[in-house]
């Protein structure tokens, strides 16, 4: 405003190149300053170089305006801050399902495409957030195809390594006409060209690559996008650095420990809406904070649950089932002597350490819970020697026996061999394994052959393998040790239970009696319930919240 008067940054340049003095804005005569009017540019053009929060500018403009007298007068408008930077300027006009697709997409997925595209006609970037098994990745191509019908050619999608054979998968089932490429370091275009409708890379490569931030991306899709819920990594810093007129994060969890991570998704798709990382402070440390942080995100978010039969009806249940488990004497010594060996490190070192050595006590703790042999990195895995493996050996032979097929989930994979080992003694017959050393082209083949009936078991590792595969073979999943987190846990147990399972899952979670692992189990509810206040992933970091000694109490043997 300059003399009360909205003035454009095209008419205060032009005023300066008149003479100073009386001039008409908007048939008004007002006293041009030319020292005024440079004054009021360059805090124009500051405010909106940094424009990223809507808070920020109010605080600059305010932090401008200090002990300044005779200064125009900058007004910040929320509802033109929103309009502009959400394209909200422009009508939109629905455009129809692609053919290709309408035979291919469920009531539920049509409603993805609907809003996906809306969002994308308004430049809106969104979370897909449908429960692990709904696809969201038919649902995406279904709007890729879309943009290509629109001459929109120009998609990058950043994927874990262990989700490209998913991808080139998904694209040759649904959509075999489209185009792509796997960027591979080797094989980039020059510099701002594409030689594929889709680009498919790797968070890992993105990182490396140089190519990526050279291009105006169409769109811009992440998949398992908790990959950059931590801000200060440098993958995240990377990622934010890629230009899109359309971003759209995907993940079936995006929030798996804490509020920080939703925050750290949302400026990559919609920068500045929820303020700082320290304004957005203000929606953890508060229910009514909660309530208000719903309602800003939900226009943003997608998600649907398939508990919930208005979505999906032909899907069967999910029984979950905790094993509790005995230790064995060996395992209740050496449980007792760690806790033991701890407690007398407590008593010899600085406060502030104590927490750092319960955190790693718990990890041996942790195996000494699956078995002794792991905890001491020697000796015979035998399953007189862990109430766990006796549990699997009791479970396996009935799964065989009824013809069925069980994946097993672990955190450890130094102990999968030996998982591997009692599972074929059980089933009589060779299964297989995955974990963080499988190429790409071994986990497809070891994936088709399970759903193909020629592997009656997996043993997986839980960070390795826990997302983006498709198992619907399995008719039960074994969590063998807990995480420290459901969604997660939720999302192994998922690759079971999804679209084109035909039969009831069965998940089988173990817990040791009397240890941390009870603590655990309690710990994961009491989040679960918690989450369905905002997303239903949300948990809260309960563990390194605790007090050293509360940490101490959580361990100790109880039995």
């Not at 003399?3 to 032009?14: F, L, M, S, V």
């Not at 009021?40 to 007298?69: I, V, Y």
């Not at 900058?74 to 930077?85: A, P, V």
Request: some cysteine; charged content about 25%.
């Amino acid at each position: 405003m300059y003399h009360d008067q909205p003035i454009t940054e095209e008419e205060a340049k032009a005023l300066l190149e008149r003479d100073e003095g009386y001039q008409k804005i908007n048939n008004r005569w007002v006293d041009a300053s030319h020292a005024q009017l440079t004054t009021l540019l360059e805090r124009f053009q500051k405010l909106r170089e940094s424009g990223q929060s809507l808070s920020t500018l109010f605080a600059m403009q305010s932090e401008g305006a200090d002990g300044e007298e005779d200064i125009p007068e900058l007004e910040i408008s929320y509802e033109d801050w929103i309009t502009q930077r959400c394209g909200l300027n422009h009508p939109v006009e629905p455009n129809l399902l692609p053919p290709g697709f309408d035979p291919v997409l469920r009531p539920y997925q049509k409603q993805a495409y609907s809003w996906l595209d809306r969002m994308e006609q308004h430049h809106l970037g969104v979370i897909l957030a449908d429960d692990m098994g709904l696809g969201k990745t038919v649902e995406i191509l279904s709007q890729i195809e879309n943009m290509r019908n629109h001459n929109k050619k120009k998609i990058l999608i950043v994927v874990p390594a262990t989700l490209v054979g998913n991808w080139v998968a998904e694209i040759r089932k649904f959509a075999p006409w489209m185009s792509y490429t796997i960027l591979d370091g080797k094989n980039e275009p020059p510099e701002g060209q594409v030689n594929s409708l889709i680009t498919l890379v790797t968070y890992q490569k993105c990182l490396r690559s140089n190519y990526v931030t050279t291009v105006h991306w169409d769109c811009i899709i992440l998949d398992e996008a908790q990959a950059i819920k931590n801000p200060q990594a440098q993958q995240t810093k990377k990622v934010k650095q890629l230009n899109a007129d359309f971003k759209v994060a995907l993940t079936g969890t995006p929030i798996e420990n804490n509020l920080g991570e939703l925050w750290s998704i949302f400026d990559f798709i919609n920068p500045g809406l929820l303020g700082t990382r320290d304004e957005f402070s203000y929606f953890k440390n508060n229910a009514e904070g909660l309530t208000q942080l719903k309602q800003i995100i939900s226009p943003f978010v997608m998600r649907r649950m398939k508990t919930d039969k208005t979505i999906i009806s032909d899907l069967p249940e999910k029984n979950e089932i905790e094993v509790h488990v005995d230790l064995s004497k060996e395992q209740v010594v050496l449980y007792r002597k760690e806790v033991e060996n701890l407690e007398k490190t407590l008593r010899e070192i600085p406060a502030f350490q104590a927490k750092f050595h319960i955190l790693a006590a718990i990890t041996k703790i942790k195996q000494i819970c699956n078995h002794p042999a792991q905890f001491q990195k020697t000796g015979e895995y035998s399953v007189s020697r862990s109430g766990k493996f006796a549990a699997l050996r009791d479970i396996a032979p009935t799964i065989a026996e009824n013809d069925q097929k069980v994946i097993v989930f672990t955190q450890f994979a130094q102990i999968i061999p030996a998982l591997v080992a009692l599972l074929e003694k059980e089933f009589k017959q060779k299964g297989a394994s995955i974990d963080g050393s499988t190429s790409t082209k071994a986990r497809m083949k070891i994936v088709e052959d399970f759903q193909n009936g020629k592997l009656p078991f997996l043993v997986l590792s839980l960070k390795t393998a826990g997302v983006g595969l498709n198992l619907t073979a399995a008719q039960n999943v074994i969590h063998f040790d807990r995480w420290w987190n459901p969604a997660v846990e939720n999302q192994a147990s998922d690759r079971a239970f999804r679209i084109g399972q035909k039969n009831d899952v069965t998940v089988y979670k173990f817990v040791s009696t009397n240890t941390i692992e009870e603590v655990i189990s309690t710990m994961l509810a009491q989040k679960q319930d918690l989450a369905d206040q905002v997303i239903n992933d949300l948990d809260a970091e309960k563990l390194t919240e605790l007090t050293p000694e509360e940490l101490m109490r959580a361990i100790q043997w109880r039995g």
